[in-house]
C-alpha cells in the first residue's frame, strides 16, 4: 500500500482562488519532502525541497510567493498555490524520504493531485 | 549539469513480446544514483530500481532486466513476455551521491496491446 499519501487526488478551481496540496508520510517520519510539477506527456521538474522546521528551498525559476510549502511536522508537507492562474494547471506530486518505521531512506512518492484551474 | 535522455516518446507492442527502454544520462559526478519508475495510468510513480555507479552488475527481477554500461552512459531496462499491465510511463532519472534531488528523463509510454 501506500507510504505517502496526498490529498486531494484532483482539484477543480476557479482562477484567482488559492488551492491547498497535502502530502503526508503514512508510516515513517520524513525529514525531508520534495515537491515536483508534471505537463500532460512532460517529465516531472523539481520545485523545492521541504525541510521540516526549516524553510522550503526552491529551485531555479520557481516563485516561492506563488507556491507556500509548509512542513510543520514530520509527516505532513502542504503545498499552497495562491491565486491560481489557468497556467498553474498541471499534475504535483510529493515525495518523501524518511527515518524510521518502513522508511530505508528510499524515496516514495505520492499518488499525485491534478490541479485544473478554470 | 546533469540530463537523462530517454529517446523513446512511445513504444508500442503486442502482449509477450519482449521491449527494450533506453534511457542515457549525464553527469559531472564521479558517483550517482540511477533510477527506474513506473508511472501508471493512476498518476503514482512506483519505484521499480536503484543502481549506484559502483555497481555495473546487471540486475533481474522476474520479467524486469536492466543494463547499466558506464562506458556508454546508459541504463537500459528491458521487459521480458510483456504483459498488459506493464502499460505506464517509464521514467528513467539520475541523483548525485548525497543528493536527494532526481533528474528525471521525459518518460517513454509504453503500451502492451493484447
Known amino acids: 500500500g501506500a507510504v505517502v499519501s496526498q490529498h486531494p487526488s484532483w482539484v477543480i478551481c476557479k482562477s484567482g482562488t488559492s488551492v491547498k496540496i497535502e502530502c503526508r508520510s503514512l508510516?515513517?517520519?520524513?525529514?525531508?519532502m520534495f515537491w515536483y510539477r508534471q505537463f500532460p506527456k512532460q517529465s516531472l521538474m523539481l520545485m523545492a525541497t521541504?525541510?521540516?522546521?526549516?524553510?522550503?528551498?526552491?529551485e531555479q525559476g520557481v516563485e516561492k510567493d506563488k507556491f507556500l510549502i509548509n512542513h510543520a511536522s514530520l509527516t505532513l508537507s502542504t503545498l499552497t498555490v495562491t491565486s491560481a492562474h489557468p497556467e498553474d494547471s498541471s499534475f504535483y506530486i510529493c515525495?518523501?524520504?524518511?527515518?524510521?518505521?518502513?522508511?530505508?531512506?528510499?524515496?516514495?512518492f505520492g499518488e499525485g493531485s491534478r490541479l485544473t484551474v478554470l | 549539469a546533469q540530463k537523462v535522455t530517454q529517446a523513446q516518446t512511445e513504444i508500442s507492442v503486442v502482449e509477450k513480446e519482449d521491449v527494450t527502454l533506453d534511457c542515457v544520462y549525464e553527469t559531472r559526478d564521479t558517483t550517482y544514483y540511477l533510477f527506474w519508475y513506473k508511472q501508471p495510468p493512476s498518476g503514482e510513480l512506483v519505484f521499480l530500481i536503484r543502481?549506484?555507479?559502483?555497481?555495473?552488475q546487471n540486475e533481474i527481477s522476474g520479467r524486469y532486466s536492466w543494463n547499466f554500461q558506464k562506458s556508454t552512459s546508459s541504463f537500459n531496462f528491458t521487459i521480458t513476455a510483456s504483459q498488459v499491465v506493464d502499460s505506464a510511463v517509464y521514467f528513467c532519472a539520475l541523483s548525485g551521491l548525497g543528493s536527494e534531488k532526481l533528474v528525471f528523463g521525459k518518460g517513454t509510454k509504453l503500451t502492451v496491446n493484447p
Open positions: 543502481r549506484n555507479s559502483f555497481d555495473e
Open positions: 521541504s525541510n521540516e522546521g526549516s524553510k522550503a528551498t526552491y
Open positions: 515525495s518523501a524520504r524518511g527515518v524510521g518505521g518502513r522508511s530505508t531512506g528510499e524515496l516514495f
Open positions: 508510516d515513517f517520519q520524513a525529514t525531508t
